[in-house]
């Protein structure tokens, strides 16, 4: 998506973004406001930049960082926004230290394992003290997402944990979905949500995601 190894053509944007419109990011810009202090939110691997207009909409700064040129081009005609055209193996601009939010929404499964881990990292350097990482991703044991043949590097709970600690951060908030392995009924929902609780094992999650935060002194380990 944002890895030159691993760039979508226009066609695949247009697929995987068909009927999406800004509306589609407001509950990831209230996650920022709710989860992290005021401050610029950089989303790497904006794709056609809904959330970046989502949160510059809302009158959140918001700096998106895309590969693809198609994608950067796109974004800019349908709304004045601040999206730049950037690999995600080369480190992040310089103007992007001292963030509030890094977002990685639905980026790191397009991404090779070295270039995943290297965005982590960067990540947790253009951070603030507190700062906040946010990682929305399927998780490899969720087939359907398995098929789709852009998702090169799909994660498991407990591997995006170890990445997410091996780039630095201590403080890590598990948010995965757990798969609806009983059916779709309020009862099954309820019984599969109870069990993910008490045993959050990966074959039970159909995602891996996570809040993490760059430690300062007032941030204990969780």
């Known amino acids: 998506m944002t890895s030159m190894a691993n760039l979508h053509t226009p066609e ?3 697929r995987a973004y068909a009927n999406r419109t800004w509306r589609d990011y407001r509950w990831l810009a209230a996650l920022c406001v709710r989860e992290a202090e005021p401050g610029l939110i950089v989303d790497a691997g904006a794709g056609l930049g809904f959330f970046v207009e989502a949160c510059q909409r809302y ?3 918001c700096v998106g960082l895309e590969g693809s040129a198609y994608a950067v081009e796109a974004a800019r005609r349908r709304y004045s926004m601040d999206i730049r055209q950037h690999l995600l193996e ?3 601009p310089a103007d992007l230290g001292g963030a509030a939010v890094v977002v990685c929404n639905q980026t790191i499964e397009h991404l090779d394992s070295a270039v995943a881990e290297h965005v982590l990292r960067e990540a947790h350097r253009n951070l603030r003290p507190g700062g906040l990482l ?3 991703s399927p998780c490899y ?3 359907q997402q398995c098929m789709e043949p852009t998702h090169i590097n799909l994660y498991t709970p407990s591997r995006l944990r170890a990445a997410v600690r091996r780039a630095g951060f201590r403080r890590y908030l ?3 979905t757990p798969r609806p392995i009983l059916g779709g009924g309020r009862l099954a929902r309820w019984v599969v949500r109870t069990a993910f609780r008490v045993w959050p ?3 039970l999650s159909d995602s891996a995601d996570c809040l993490a935060y760059k430690d300062d002194e007032q941030c204990p380990e969780r």
Request: charged share 25%; net charge negative.
């Open 12 to 14: 695949l944007f247009e």
């Open 59 to 61: 009158g959140l700064p």
């Open 90 to 92: 080369s480190p992040f």
């Open 134 to 136: 946010v990682v929305t």
């Open 141 to 143: 044991y969720n087939r």
């Open 174 to 176: 598990a948010t995965d």
């Open 201 to 203: 094992a990966d074959r």
